[in-house]
């Protein structure tokens, strides 16, 4: 009887331990799965920051302005031509006191003309 409560008590020591072992080593992979997600989480953001790096481009804000409302100033028909060959063009081509110039001859140009008088 004394040589059975032993070996109960052995018994339930061991089936104690075994529990406690269990258990931390549930916990052991649980904080390595932890460990390997918050790795993972981070090499994402990693990679995603060089991605934005890489294409700035893609990743901008797009401002949300109104629409314009007055029609667009466009450079005389000269200016045009010089930037199309490549042209050097003077930036007072595109000034407002130009532009409003090139907008009071537009009007003069003859159709019928082969080339654009100013």
Same mark, same amino acid.
């Given at each position: 009887n004394a040589t059975n409560r032993v070996d109960r008590a052995a018994w339930d020591n061991s089936a104690q331990e075994q529990e406690q072992h269990e258990v931390q080593r549930a916990l052991v992979e649980e904080g390595e799965r932890e460990h390997k997600a918050a790795a993972r989480a981070q090499e994402k953001k990693v990679e995603a920051g060089k991605e934005m790096k890489e294409n700035r481009l893609? +990743?901008? *804000?797009i401002p949300m302005w109104p629409l314009p409302t007055l029609p667009i100033e466009i450079p005389s028909r000269y200016t045009i031509s010089k930037l199309q060959k490549e042209q +050097? #063009?003077?930036l007072w081509y595109f000034t407002n006191a130009s532009l409003k110039y090139a907008k009071s001859s537009e009007a003069m140009v003859d *159709?019928?003309?082969? #080339?654009? #008088?100013?």
């Open positions: 893609k +990743y901008l *804000d +050097y #063009v003077e *159709d019928n003309a082969m #080339v654009a #008088v100013a």
